[in-house]
Nanobody, 115 residues
Framework: QVQLVESGGGLVQAGGSLRLSCAAS????????IEWYRQAPGKRRELVAS???????NYADSVKGRFTISGDNAKNTVYLQMNSLEPEDTAVYYC?????????WGQGTQVTVSS
């Protein structure tokens, strides 16, 4: 099994920055990719960014050029650096670990961007 703990959320003004962390523990060798999702009130959960075990990254069009996903293998942690935040980025952000067996989800961290 894999356990995920997100942190780094908070309240920030539009144009500001936050860095989210997703710390993995347990059977981390089974992880093939880590994804960041977000879910705003009344909306579907959407994929924001992903990074695989080879370091390849992908981003949603809405965050390209503003968000950067990166990983620190020594710390078993994936980061989501979020710059130029907009009120539309307000959501609960979740990390998801993909393995060959099951996906594992963290508990989420709230990001609120004020205008």
């Amino acid at each position: 099994q894999v356990q995920l703990v997100e942190s780094g959320g908070g309240l920030v003004q539009a144009g500001g920055s936050l860095r989210l962390s997703c710390a993995a523990s347990g059977d981390t060798d089974s992880i093939t990719a880590i994804e960041w999702y977000r879910q705003a009130p009344g909306k579907r959960r959407e994929l924001v960014a992903s990074i695989n075990s080879g370091g390849a990254t992908n981003y949603a069009d809405s965050v390209k050029g503003r968000f950067t996903i990166s990983g620190d293998n020594a710390k078993n942690t994936v980061y989501l650096q979020m710059n130029s935040l907009e009120p539309e980025d307000t959501a609960v952000y979740y990390c998801n670990a993909l393995t060959h067996a099951y996906p594992y989800w963290g508990q989420g961290t709230q990001v609120t961007v004020s205008s």
